[in-house]
């Protein structure tokens, strides 16, 4: 029973990960990340199938409803530490939203991070969910002042992001309460699931 439990988790996120893959490389970046489908590991006997917040399967992922100028009406970084390019999708009514970052081979930590095999820092992933919790608070909840970092939890990396991917960063408002917002936040390039955690923000 725990077999078939496991075989039918894997076809059902296989297939999610077909269908998302489709819709992000229909207009988006060609990605030559090494990405293992979630079946290849758990046929392996090593990995139980994480779950994304909701369902984007029937989502169009290509379709820009906020572009880089939209975000920078609202968010203040600019330059290197720009990590959001768009936002494909919003849902205020249920705290939800989903943005991009497009991961360039001319960004500032390609050469150092690493030589010969440049890969996303984990750290910047995190800063791309801040900066989509950080739209989404000023944007639909209707903060005014700068949103600084209150706090990352329950963060794990689970596959490696190179230039030339797009990483879309799903986002689901958890909590909100005396001038803090709590986030969860996932990564997903190609339809796998490459990073999540919980993000605090603090108006400053």
Not at 101 to 130: Q, S
Request: hydrophobic letters at 40%.
């Amino acid at each position: 029973m725990i077999g078939s439990r496991k075989i039918l988790q894997s076809a059902s996120f296989d297939l999610l990960s077909e269908a998302v893959l489709r819709k992000a490389t229909a207009g988006g970046l060609a990605c030559s990340a090494p990405l293992l489908k979630p079946s290849d590991l758990i046929h392996s006997g090593q990995y139980m199938p994480p779950q994304l917040l909701y369902d984007i399967s029937a989502l169009d992922l290509t379709q820009i409803v906020y572009d880089q100028e939209a975000i920078r009406a609202v968010n203040p970084q600019r330059g290197d530490m720009e990590h959001l390019n768009g936002i494909v999708y919003s849902h205020p009514a249920e705290g939800r939203i989903i943005g991009y970052k497009d991961v360039r081979p001319d960004e500032f930590w390609v050469p150092g991070h690493i030589p010969g095999r440049p890969l996303l820092p984990g750290v910047l992933m995190i800063e791309a969910g801040a900066q989509l919790a950080s739209f989404y608070t000023h944007m639909f909840i209707g903060w005014k002042g700068f949103i600084g970092f209150g706090g990352a939890e329950d963060i794990r990396f689970r596959q490696p992001v190179a230039p030339g991917c797009r990483l879309h960063i799903v986002g689901q408002k958890i909590w909100e309460r005396h001038r803090r917002m709590c986030c969860k936040v996932q990564g997903v390039v190609g339809g796998t699931l490459v990073f999540e955690a919980t993000i605090i923000g603090t108006e400053l």
